[in-house]
């Protein structure tokens, strides 16, 4: 560390990884500070700062050698498990000051002769109590996994045994009803069930009939808001989905898809579907990283938020094992939920390696990873091509314009209502989100009228409404032309 750095670190003050001491405050404070920083983020103490003004006071030789001693003895011998720490001398303005560096700890939760655990707080530090957050520090370093918890209000009748067999029959090519007496041993082995027999939280995740009864908060809440902000009241569409894993998987994407934009590529014909504005592998990748590495020792749902100008997709908990950004960036990966993980990589498009982010930051580069420590939640915003949008949104018109006026020719001999469906199925055929009063000035005829027809082709299974009234499309189910 150079002295402009010092110099620069003691103008910006007291962070949640730096702290500054004018003097050595005995071993018992000290070790709390150290047993912060391992349980946290790691840090830095600075000797010879005044904390509250961050004045460079420095420090005498005797000094630095008395506190190096006794840095060494609180480590030792009031932090547990023991931490290792690294301690560096930084001349600046003649003054001579020492810096203890402290790792983030990889055995945590680390804690003080007296059993007492600290974490930081901001710039400040405190005592933890709650077992949901002891709980998660042993998570953190790996010696406790959440999803292998046993759900202890269930039984085994509360598992899908449609989903379980068609899981093994793909996975294990085995049978459920023909494992028998067996059965419940392969569930075991596959950590569907623990050892007492009872549903894992994995397995009642992953298999549940309805694992929002005793799992609430495992579920996505989508909006899909008209502007850009958050604070909106006005919403084209909104969910609230639940389910095991692959249902909410499903519906997930599902939604997505209903409410981004399909952009055709240039000199595409006007029959062409043309590809989603966000490449679906991106919206799946994204994802499904939210449902497998969520925090499940966080009540709180997912959320999918549709803006005009992007997407995001926010999941309860921070990065994992240390992990930062850029190592997310760089496809290291972490796995917190490893019996989830597992499942996804047999049942969905999950690949756990942590080369699916790298793929599509590459192809994709309109991405942002938030890890957001103070709110305790990892947020992916994919930003929407909004040129495309607006370019697509002008091709569809003339297009529209076009097949209106191909339409108006047409009516003299197609007056019949058969001839009216046959219209009114390829315009949503290919313009899904196509509105009732579209309809009525492409075809020529009234509101009322296109209002019939569709209750018609409805009645008939023919068209489906997806999503609500506005905002949401018509999915055609005849392939008829």
């Not at 702290?19 to 047993?35: N, R």
């Not at 002769?113 to 998570?139: C, H, M, P, Y």
């Not at 029959?271 to 969520?294: C, F, M, P």
């Not at 996804?344 to 699916?356: E, F, Q």
């Amino acid at each position: 560390m150079t002295q402009e750095e010092l110099k620069d670190i003691a103008r910006c003050g007291e962070t949640t990884t730096i702290q500054f001491k004018e003097q050595f405050t005995g071993q018992k404070e000290i070790a709390k500070e150290m047993i912060a920083f391992a349980n946290t983020l790691g840090g830095q103490i600075f000797f010879g700062i005044k904390d509250n003004t961050g004045e460079l006071v420095g420090l005498s030789y005797d000094e630095i050698q008395a506190i190096s001693r006794e840095l060494g003895n609180a480590a030792n011998e009031h932090v547990r498990p023991t931490i290792y720490i690294t301690t560096d001398v930084v001349r600046a303005d003649d003054k001579h000051f020492l810096v203890c560096a402290v790792a983030q700890g990889k055995n945590k939760p680390y804690k003080n002769l007296n059993g007492e655990i600290w974490v930081k707080q901001g710039a400040d530090k405190r005592r933890i109590t709650e077992n949901s957050e002891i709980l998660a520090l042993f998570q953190d370093s790996g010696s406790y996994q959440a999803d292998a918890a046993g759900m202890q209000e269930t039984s085994f009748n509360d598992l899908d045994r449609y989903a379980l067999n068609d899981y093994l029959k793909k996975v294990y090519a085995l049978d459920l009803e023909k494992l028998s007496d067996n059965a419940e041993q392969m569930l075991k082995n596959i950590h569907v069930l623990n050892h007492n027999g009872i549903p894992t939280l994995a397995g009642y995740l992953f298999f549940g009939k309805h694992p929002e009864y005793y799992c609430p908060t495992f579920m996505v809440k989508a909006v899909s808001f008209f502007g850009n902000e958050l604070a909106g009241t006005q919403y084209r569409d909104t969910k609230e989905i639940v389910g095991n894993m692959p249902q909410i998987y499903e519906k997930s994407m599902s939604f997505l898809k209903s409410n981004l934009h399909n952009i055709q590529e240039k000199g595409a014909s006007f029959n062409s579907l043309g590809k989603l504005e966000i490449a679906e592998e991106v919206l799946e990748e994204v994802l499904q990283n939210a449902l497998v590495h969520r925090d499940l020792l966080r009540s709180a749902p997912i959320r999918i938020f549709i803006f005009d100008n992007r997407v995001e997709i926010i999941s309860p908990g921070t990065l994992a094992g240390g992990l930062t950004e850029d190592d997310i960036r760089n496809g290291k990966t972490y796995q917190r939920n490893p019996y989830m993980a597992t499942f996804a990589t047999n049942a969905l498009h999950y690949r756990g390696i942590g080369s699916g982010i790298v793929r599509i930051l590459a192809e994709y580069p309109e991405i942002e990873i938030i890890n957001d420590v103070n709110g305790k939640e990892f947020k992916v915003i994919v930003w929407r091509k909004e040129n495309q949008i607006s370019t697509q949104k002008t091709d569809n018109s003339t297009q529209m314009s076009t097949l209106k006026t191909d339409n108006s020719t047409q009516m003299s001999t197609q007056k019949t209502s058969g001839s009216t469906q046959v219209q009114i199925l390829n315009i949503l055929r290919e313009y899904p989100q196509t509105s009732r009063k579209e309809l009525a000035k492409i075809i020529g005829i009234t509101e009322d009228g296109i209002k019939k027809q569709l209750a018609n082709l409805k009645k008939a299974g023919m068209i489906e409404r997806i999503g609500a009234d506005n905002g949401g499309h018509w999915e055609v189910k005849t392939k008829e032309k």
